[in-house]
């Protein structure tokens, strides 16, 4: 098993940064690869950014030039930076593992454990 809990969430304005943090325990080397994932009221999950075991990443298109994912293997942690942040970032941003390789990662599916999510609010 693994466990994933996020940190680094808050109430911010528009136009300021946020850094996310993942911290991974347990058996970590089954993940491959690692994903953001967010929330909103009254709107479904999306997907946000994911860095694979060998170190390519993939962000949506709502936070490219914004957001960038990174990892400190040392430490067992991803990182979600967060720029320029807009009121429609608001929302509970989740990480989750995956641990089989999946030509659709960037999907809910592919993913097998998940955190309980920090909030960030982002104001007008």
């Known amino acids: 098993q693994v466990q994933l809990v996020e940190s680094g969430g808050g109430l911010v304005q528009a136009g300021d940064s946020l850094r996310l943090s993942c911290t991974a325990s347990?058996?970590?080397?089954?993940?491959?690869?690692t994903g953001w994932f967010r929330q909103a009221p009254g709107k479904e999950r999306e997907f946000v950014a994911l860095i694979r075991t060998g170190g390519s990443t993939q962000h949506a298109d709502s936070g490219r030039g914004r957001f960038i994912i990174s990892r400190d293997n040392d430490k067992g942690t991803v990182y979600l930076q967060m720029n320029s942040l807009k009121f429609e970032d608001t929302a509970i941003y989740y990480c989750?593992?995956?641990?089989?390789?999946?030509?659709?990662?960037?999907?809910?599916?592919?993913?097998?454990?998940w955190g309980q999510g920090t909030q960030v609010t982002v104001t007008s």
């Open positions: 989750a593992g995956g641990r089989r390789f999946s030509a659709t990662d960037d999907r809910e599916e592919a993913y097998d454990y």
């Open positions: 347990g058996k970590t080397w089954d993940i491959t690869h």
